[in-house]
């Protein structure tokens, strides 16, 4: 019974637990808590697929982009994980250049550090190894 749960209680903990630190697309962890997370907070923008809006390089007439691809397709991969996360904490406008409009909002009073670290694991699980092996290069 004790021991039952203790399992359970890890279990939660694991669930719940305020643990992850980068994003890292081989933890299955990490992957599996973002999955969620991204159909909850990003696919409405980014795409179930992660495939962006349609004409994402195209502004639209209130000078906003489009919401890009987080797949191969876009340039999500581009950047290093840094940057990453300090655009989904902080939103498009804290980090866009002066005179340039976003339409990306800001995370950061809505996720945690490690929930936002979740959903770029997950984003990176669905790159290829080419990109992932590129990006990776990136972050050093
Ligand atoms: C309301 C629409 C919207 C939602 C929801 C949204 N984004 Fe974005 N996002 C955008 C737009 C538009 C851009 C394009 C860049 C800009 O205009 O600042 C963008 C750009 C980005 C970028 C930088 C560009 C790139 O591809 O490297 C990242 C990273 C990003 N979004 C992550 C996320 C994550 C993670 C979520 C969910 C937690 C999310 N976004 C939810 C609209 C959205």
Same mark, same amino acid.
């Given at each position: &019974?004790?021991?039952?749960?203790? /399992? !359970? =209680? ?17 933890? !299955? ?11 909850? #907070?990003?696919?409405?923008? +980014? ?13 639209? =007439? ?7 691809? +987080?797949?191969?397709?876009? #340039?999500?991969? +581009? #950047? =290093? ?12 406008? =804290? ?8 339409? &990306? ?5 809505? /996720? ?25 290069? &990136?972050?050093?």
């Amino acid at each position: &019974m004790r021991g039952l749960f203790l /399992l !359970i =209680a890890s279990g939660l903990l694991a669930a719940c637990g305020d643990s992850f630190d980068r994003a890292d697309a081989s933890d !299955i962890d990490a992957v599996n808590a973002g999955q969620p997370l991204y159909a909850e #907070h990003c696919a409405s923008c +980014h795409g179930e697929n992660l495939q962006g809006q349609p004409d994402w390089r195209v502004a639209k =007439a209130d000078g906003t982009l489009p919401a890009p691809p +987080h797949d191969d397709s876009g #340039h999500t991969w +581009h #950047h =290093a994980d840094a940057l990453l996360f300090d655009y989904t904490q902080q939103g498009g406008q =804290a980090i866009a250049p002066e005179g340039f409009t976003s339409a &990306m909002p800001a995370f950061g009073a809505s /996720l945690s550090d490690s929930e936002i670290w979740a959903v770029l694991s997950f984003i990176k699980s669905k790159w290829s190894l080419q990109a992932q092996i590129r990006q990776g290069r &990136m972050n050093q």
